[in-house]
T-cell receptor
């Protein structure tokens, strides 16, 4: 069974640009969550999608957004990039919406120059 | 919101010895406590989890204990092996998953040969 797939693996952008990251969950998983990982702040919850609806959102500005498609694949978008957005962005999928048994992908490493 | 403190930040043990990582949480409503292992270049991998109605859970060399009264939980790894070297994260979540998982800052476990 294939795991969670995130693309691209690495991204380099400049300030002010926007970026879209993609996540394909484990087959059969309908919940997709996104987390930001930085050395200073650690792992922080961005948002969760289930059945194409955003259920919850963490404490991040509106520049961070996402969506989920009917096949459960998800994308997250960051507009007007700032230097502080440099981070590893992790996607996790699960069967339910209770935060239990999350399976993480390897992440997308975003560098903002 | 929930706050999770994790100690120590770095732990070095001799191969074959035991390792213990401790976490405390602040929100008494939290009822799910997973532990994740993250190896270099990979996403976090769930290694064991516990719910608040259980005091202890074991899986081969790994065990987790939970003290709801004191709001702390611990990861115990016995007979450590070189492949146990990684960063370990504890997390907490309120049932229903409203705010995602709240993670500790991580413990870098180093197994000395």
């Amino acid at each position: 069974k294939a795991g969670v797939t995130q693309t691209p693996r690495y991204l380099i952008k400049t300030r002010g640009q926007q970026v879209t990251l993609s996540c394909s969950p484990i087959s059969g998983h309908r919940s997709v969550s996104w987390y930001q990982q930085t050395p200073g702040q650690g792992l922080q919850f961005l948002f969760e999608y289930f059945s194409e609806t955003q259920r919850n959102k963490g404490n991040f500005p509106g520049r961070f957004s996402g969506r989920q498609f009917s096949n459960s694949r998800s994308e997250m978008n960051v507009s007007t990039l700032e230097l502080g957005d440099s981070a590893l962005y992790l996607c996790a999928s699960s069967l339910s919406t209770t935060n239990e048994k999350l399976f993480f992908g390897s992440g997308t490493q975003l560098s903002v120059l | 919101g929930e706050n999770v403190e994790q100690h120590p930040s770095t732990l070095s043990v001799q191969e074959g010895d035991s390792a213990v990582i401790k976490c405390t949480y602040s929100d008494s409503a939290s009822n799910y406590f997973p532990w994740y292992k993250q190896e270099l270049g990979k996403g976090p991998q769930l290694i064991i989890d516990i719910r608040s109605n259980v005091g202890e859970k074991k899986d081969q060399r790994i065990a987790v204990t939970l003290n709801k009264t004191a709001k702390h939980f611990s990861l115990h790894i016995t007979e450590t092996q070189p492949e146990d070297s990684a960063v370990y994260f504890c997390a907490a979540s309120e049932g229903g998953g409203a705010d995602g998982l709240t993670f500790g800052k991580g413990t870098h476990l180093i197994i000395q040969p």
